[in-house]
């Protein structure tokens, strides 16, 4: 019951013809931007402030580790 090559192909070409190639690039680049926030925000969640230590000056120090 899956689709083979074929109907695929059909399926990606009558895409193209719907919504032209910028269009489909726009929405591919969108997903890929929407997935890394998405893993991001998963890192940054994953991120405990140790005891001694304010949950936003903690926060703040993550953030600066992961744009280095």
Not at 17 to 30: E, Q, S, T, V
Not at 45 to 60: F, I, N, S, Y
């Amino acid at each position: 019951m899956g689709l083979n090559a074929s109907e695929i192909l059909v399926v990606c070409l009558l895409a193209m013809l719907l919504f032209g190639g910028g269009k489909i690039a726009d929405i591919g680049r969108g997903l890929g931007e929407g997935i890394k926030n998405f893993k991001k925000g998963l890192r940054e969640a994953d991120v405990e402030p140790p005891k001694d230590e304010p949950a936003e000056k903690a926060k703040a120090k993550s953030l600066e580790q992961g744009t280095k």
